[in-house]
């Protein structure tokens, strides 16, 4: 697939990374700094590139959305038109210092956004794993038991197609529903980084949640 990472922060830099690896063609885009952008295009390998939100976009098959909330307006508004793509979303809806969530309980970030985008085709997926486990859990993809990353979405070929992004990722894609299961989901969100950054169990707390697929 072509895939334009709109963000390349932790999350969108692993990411990128990964997909690039597992032989998709990656443009990274959306950094404050372009040399930034270069270095990890190089990093990442012959199937990465840099350029912007809107060059990254034109082609692409999907589009993984990881910026801040905060930043999903302006990205969004340099990436141009995204009618009919798919936007993985791994954008949570949080607030300027990431302790609580600005939508919740009777909406949430993946829905807001669908509604920005009534056109693109959106599923939410990786929201639920710190950055910190995603090479790791890469490197030992070819495992029996893989750690279950849960997507929602209404769409079904949208949804086939983030499937197969989490599973080169080395996760077990666990399909939790249509997109409004986003209201739970991007709540737990917030208990895995309380449990993982605040608890004992660190960020590879994410495998203990290998069972959610069997
Ligand atoms: N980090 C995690 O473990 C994790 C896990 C699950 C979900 N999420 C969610 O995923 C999304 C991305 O998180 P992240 O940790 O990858 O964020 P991040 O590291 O801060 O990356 C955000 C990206 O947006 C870019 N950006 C461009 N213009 C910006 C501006 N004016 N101000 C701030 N940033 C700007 C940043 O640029 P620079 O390259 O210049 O910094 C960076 O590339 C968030 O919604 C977060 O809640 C994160």
Partial sequence: MR????G????????????????????FSYSRSPKK??????AAGRHARAGTPGDAAHDA???LLAVHWSRVDDV???AGDLTGKVVVSCT???NGDDRDLVVAHTSSGAEELARKLPDARIVGAFGTV???VLFDVFARRRRRVRPGLIYYGDERRAKKTAATLIADAGFDPVDAGPLR??????????LVAQLAYEGKGGPELAYRFEHLSS
């Avoid at 895939?3 to 709109?6: E, K, Q, R, V």
């Fill in 181 to 190: 299961i986003a209201r739970y989901a991007e709540p737990f969100t917030l």
């Fill in 92 to 94: 949570l809806p949080m």
């Fill in 3 to 6: 895939l334009a990472i709109l």
């Fill in 37 to 42: 952008l270069e270095r990890l295009a190089r």
């Fill in 76 to 78: 969004l508004a340099h």
């Fill in 8 to 27: 390349s922060g932790l999350m969108g830099s692993k990411l990128g990374t990964i997909f690039a690896r597992a032989g998709h063609d990656v443009v």
């Fill in 61 to 63: 098959d999907a589009v």
């Fill in 130 to 132: 710190p950055s910190e």
